[in-house]
């Protein structure tokens, strides 16, 4: 049988992309490690770029200097009983619109956006040589910071591809983080199957499909662990293109059971 | 820049399985698809082998016939309360080590591998032309599985990869279905990176990743949606090799604030 190429779907870390600092252009970066490669060009419409929330954060600079924080009680407490520092704790808080979880040592809260995760997105890791004084918060619309990477890559290259803000989530139930979608642009982030025929000419009857989680995974299976790599473009992946927002991916608390 | 075409990863969708019947040997069909493309030949160390769940518990004949089904009482309340098949519903709570879940027309449940999924992963959907009076239940063992189809490979090309049965699963919080891992062979599930270094020099506290759940959201961006091809290989992921089971993807009940 035939190599059959076009079946392929690849994802590309982009190398290239500078340390990202507060204030720097990050799109403009973006553009010129895609420029680079040539093998890449022209971009095609159904790819779709990975940037990781870290260097998206850095460039917009959603950054607190633990310097500034005044810890309240409870995360004095909190810090003291499970080896934490108690200023990170306070931005937890502070950066929360609830508290879901705060026992065993483990902080989770639902952030303004809605997303329910660990420390709310607080980062402490990677975030510079400053180290321990210094935590990243999620940008603050990472759809709107998708759609600015999308808009500059479509001024640069005359194409207008999907672009997704990924970052590293928990879950519940399971081991391990897997990274997800927290920002879109010109993409659907779901793809909602119910009353199309399967296979077998049957009805799926509940089948809608976290496409954009599915490709932040992806992304980060090629980016890798301590790479530093910040993006990556996916090629031939089966999405629909649209105006979705990340909003989609986040369940209503009235059809969720564990909020 | 020249292309890089070594730091690519791919995702190949596996063509020619054919439907799978209870009792076909699908470690042989895999073979032959594997066998008919001679550009993914020789097979690579670092490979993967994604298999959908479906065709396995199919070959394993993981299947109930509902109309030997008699529903209890619970499972007729709650089929006619939410328009679902009791005879379904009773299969499920017959499957269930626990029931974590129950309200709203979800039904959430710890399966026998310690899995907590909706409808404790049976599965009504692409089971075949009886359609409605049929239901997959998730493989006995799926790591074995798993296993079965990673020595097959190896005595067929010489070649021993990783091997991992995927299926769909929600999640709490988030809209929509994404692949997981449940059985794996031949690698290590879990990425603990705890104390390594990350690109700045400073230890990464907890980053423990689920590498094996983010390889089954990659491949099934590849299969797609009602396409029915039920496998794909990953090539060039960044993986490690080892014995690890599924159940390193399970957090213990311990640990876990929602269970």
Sequence with gaps: MPAEPRTRLEIVPLDGIPEIEPGDDLAARVCDALG???DLLPLLEDDVLVVTQKVVSKAEGAIVDLTTITPRPEAI???AAHDRDARQVEVVLQQARRVVRMAHGVLITETPHGFVCANGGVDASNVGPRSGDVVLLLPDDPDRSAAGIRTAIRERFGA???VIVSDSFGR?????IVDVAIGVSGLEPIEDLRGTPDHDGRMMRVT???VADEL???AELALGKSTGKPAALIRRAEITRGEGSVGDLIMPA???LFR
């Design 36 to 38: 680079a490669r040539s």
């Design 77 to 79: 407490a909190f810090g």
């Design 160 to 162: 207008d591809i999907a």
């Design 172 to 176: 519940p139930w399971r081991n391990g």
């Design 208 to 210: 809608v499909r976290a």
């Design 216 to 218: 932040a995974s992806a």
């Design 254 to 256: 009235a059809n969720d």
